[in-house]
């Protein structure tokens, strides 16, 4: 049987509700490169030579590089008397100092680099290895302030590739006060060296000063733009991959906003302070606040959806003040602040969140849910107060997070006690996030096969098919909610996305494969059958944030596309699109217990299908997607129209193989998208073969002009 699939168009299988677009946001945290040059065109890292920020580690290890900060060489050395992951440049380490003080920096005790020039024409410096988009372009902008106690004192500001042969370089002489200097290069060439065969190249960026007598250079606040920066700002390619993959929101937000004070990142960046990133490790220059988050997010044509941090440092005033300064009049104080920043305007964000998995104990602001409950009426009470008309996400917790759970192996109680203490006076929806990865520990993974008869491809595809038990988590939610007076609960699912644990020698549903596209197809489905509650979601994943980095990187992935897929028919403006019921016959499988958050859960389809009607009901889209990560599987459909009067236009995503990674910057070769043949047979069925972790679109033209 594989897939039988029914479609009617009665008026009692048509959602009331419409399916929000918004599902298909990505979630954006301020931590590594993503940041920086990823939105902000920035390729420097601790330009401002401040001490840099090592987070250390659950296992005892503070090395600088740890977590995820801006380090793109991990074997970059520590020096005394240079700023780190700055290196030498000629000069031991008597000659580097980085004294108090400077023009740019943290708030309390900002500093700057210190060379000492010994003698005539001892030329020495600074360098940071780093990448650049050279591919993208060859012009870039460096800006730094210097000063110099020798008059005669040259500043050679330099890009060579990483072997050291000179790219292009700018010469400036110095004064004796602190100046700002800009200085455009232009590279001769790519770099012949690239970054883990990316588009990115290898470059050192080096500062290095002469001069005709022995004194100091102090350097300070250093930054390398590329030429083609939108507004000077904003990385140009970024933009460009969210409009292309049609990613309608972001979420601004993570473990981070429990520590971020939004006043640090307004006003001129000069007198932004930089921060420790305590989650994450390193340095925040704040050059990406408020506004510019909020221009970013125009200029790729997103929603956004601002994250306020919980803490005891972060209180509900403070949360007040950031909404009227985003949304209040020129005439209240915060609107005439955002005003005298350059932005008269009100930005009118509607979308707002407080908390994020203040559950869990990693975090800032970490407390109980009954602390919780009761504090965040506060910070609830006093936001409306700035403007009634936003929508306030309390954060909440995934219902199987039972190892956060104030029982232990027991579905947490947090949600509960939220409802019934704050209830939907103080909660006009809930935030949840779902990571699913199951088995960490080895051993365990190696029992789980033995119980269960298994493999590691099946271990995968249980991984792959645990959205159909999330959407059973969303409904018993959606359950209690409504005991509480929700009807329904308005969900947001803030973060989510497959990280699958596995042995090193197993097959992994990563990113790069069509395995982990089906996961993604699979809760697209989940979040379009529950829409009437789930309206907004946040998809963890940064492979849209254009930039090298050591840590999650990669190519555009094949979910990048499957949400792509999905999302084209909504971003119509000539249509809505209602929740269709299908009637679904499919075989199926049964899904173990895997670990404590996946539980035993019997016939789990093969074959996941949902589908959409048009307004006037004359277009159906219907998605589906084959988690059978081992044999093809067939999916037949029919409707409640006369054989002929349907033109079926399918889209087929897949791969040779579920596994196969997609590590091509330039082309898909892990996978393909393509038409696939589909037409009703005198029977009225139509068939489609879909292969094995292969993913559809299928658009019903009922309306055979449109069709053509």
Avoid at 313 to 331: I, K, S, T
Avoid at 665 to 690: H, K, P, T, V
């Amino acid at each position: 049987m594989d897939a039988h699939v029914r479609i009617r168009r009665a008026e009692d299988s048509m959602s009331r509700w419409t399916v929000d677009k918004r599902i298909f946001g990505k979630f954006f945290e301020m931590n590594g490169r993503d940041t920086y040059p990823g939105i902000i065109d920035d390729c420097i890292a601790n330009g401002s030579f401040e001490r840099w920020h090592s987070k250390r580690r659950k296992d005892g290890t503070n090395l600088p590089w740890t977590m995820r900060t801006e380090i793109m060489y991990r074997d970059t050395p520590v020096t005394p008397g240079i700023a780190y992951p700055w290196e030498p440049v000629n000069g031991g380490a008597e000659a580097y100092e980085q004294p108090e003080g400077g023009v740019h920096g943290k708030q309390e005790w900002k500093r700057f680099q210190r060379l000492k020039l010994s003698a005539p024409c001892d030329r020495r410096g600074i360098v940071q290895r780093i990448t650049l988009p050279d591919e993208r372009t060859l012009a870039y902008r460096a800006t730094l302030y210097a000063r110099a106690s020798s008059p005669q004192t040259r500043l050679h500001i330099a890009l060579e590739d990483k072997g050291g042969v000179l790219m292009g370089e700018s010469v400036v002489k110095l004064g004796e006060e602190w100046t700002k200097y800009e200085a455009d290069i232009v590279l001769r060439q790519g770099s012949p060296y690239r970054y883990a065969d990316s588009p990115f190249g290898e470059y050192r960026f080096s500062l290095t000063a002469e001069s005709d007598g022995a004194g100091d250079v102090d350097l300070d606040w250093v930054m390398l733009a590329s030429g083609d920066a939108i507004e000077g700002v904003f990385n140009p390619a970024t933009i460009e991959l969210l409009k292309r993959y049609h990613v309608t929101s972001i979420r601004w937000g993570g473990n981070y906003a429990n520590e971020y004070n939004w006043k640090d990142g307004i006003g001129p960046w000069r007198q932004r302070p930089v921060r420790d990133n305590l989650n994450w490790g390193g340095l925040e220059p704040n050059y990406f606040g408020t506004n510019e988050f909020l221009r970013f997010c125009r200029l790729a044509d997103v929603e956004p959806f601002l994250n306020v941090g919980f803490s005891r440092d972060l209180p509900p005033e403070l949360a007040a003040e950031w909404v009227e300064y985003v949304n209040g009049g020129a005439d209240t104080p915060m609107g005439k602040l955002r005003a005298e920043h350059g932005y008269p305007e009100p930005w009118g964000v509607k979308l707002w969140q407080v908390g994020n998995e203040s559950y869990g104990d990693y975090q800032f602001g970490y407390t109980d849910s009954i602390d919780f409950a009761n504090r965040i009426q506060t910070y609830y009470k006093l936001m409306k107060q700035a403007d009634p008309d936003i929508t306030v996400i309390i954060a909440g917790e995934d219902p199987m997070y039972v190892d956060y759970s104030e029982i232990p192996g027991q579905p947490p109680l947090w949600n509960k006690r939220l409802f019934e203490i704050a209830g939907p006076d103080y909660v006009d929806g809930l935030d949840i996030h779902q990571y699913t990865r199951g088995i960490r520990d080895r051993g365990l993974r190696q029992q789980w096969l033995r119980d269960n008869d298994a493999d590691a491809v099946f271990y995968n595809q249980v991984l792959v098919s645990y959205p159909t038990q999330y959407e059973s988590l969303i409904r018993e939610l959606k359950g209690m909610a409504e005991s509480y007076g929700f009807h329904p609960i308005a969900l947001e699912i803030g973060e989510w996305n497959l990280e699958p644990e596995t042995d090193p020698d197993w097959p992994k549903a990563e990113y790069e494969t069509m395995a982990h596209a089906c996961y993604v197809a699979s809760m697209l489905n989940a979040f379009i059958r529950q829409g009437d509650a789930v309206r907004f979601a946040y998809q963890r994943d940064n492979a849209l944030y254009d930039r090298a980095y050591p840590v999650d990187m990669r190519p555009v992935n094949p979910g990048n596309d499957t949400s792509r897929l999905y999302a084209e028919p909504f971003l119509r403006v000539d249509t809505g699109w209602r929740h269709l019921e299908l009637e679904v016959e499919a075989d199926g499988f049964d899904m173990p217990s895997t670990w404590v958050r996946i539980r035993p859960m019997d016939n789990i389809p093969y074959i996941d299908a949902a589908a959409v009607v048009s307004d006037t009901a004359g277009e159906i889209v219907v998605f589906a997607v084959n988690r059978d990560l081992t044999a093809s599987r067939t999916l037949r459909m029919e409707g409640d129209w006369k054989v002929g009067d349907a033109k079926w236009i399918a889209t087929l995503q897949h791969a040779d193989d579920p596994f196969l990674r997609q590590e091509d910057w330039y082309a898909a070769n892990g996978y393909r998208l393509s038409a696939a043949a589909i037409e009703e047979g005198a029977d009225g069925l139509a068939e489609l073969a879909m292969p094995p972790g292969s993913i559809a679109r299928i658009i019903i033209y009922l309306d055979t002009e449109k069709g053509n």
